[in-house]
């Protein structure tokens, strides 16, 4: 549905911090996206060097910046900022490693105001990776 020109129209991440590769179905309050996971990004220089794994926090920030798109894209909500303000019961169940392809899949399940809270999923080939709950904030 959107490619990463389209995607960088929406949120202000850029290489090497755009986490979002595709968006392949969106409505109004949920998003299935793609995050191609190479071995030529920055982090596996040092996580691990021996035995590349895709730190957790990526993973969750991956997620979060799905979610962005699907918020940002409201016409309320264009040219604005998503910010973390927590992120509950996450687990993360399954290492992800170059090679894999994640696929994020967040809902929008409150929206109050500037606050918001959406639940969270990534998988690779079916299985669990992450997921849990993430709570933002839309700011200028």
Known sequence: ???????????????????????????????????NVSVNEMQFMGHFPEKHVMPGVLITEALAQAGAIVLLSKEEYKGKIAYFVGIDNFKFRKQVTPGDQLILNVELVKLKSIMGIAEAKAT????????GTIKFAIGE
Do not use: W
């Open 1 to 35: 549905m959107l490619n990463s020109n389209e995607i960088q129209q929406i949120i202000p991440h850029r290489y090497p911090f755009l986490l979002v590769d595709r968006v392949l179905e969106m409505d109004e309050t949920s998003i299935t996206a793609i995050k």
């Open 124 to 131: 690779v080939n079916g299985e669990v990776c992450a997921s």
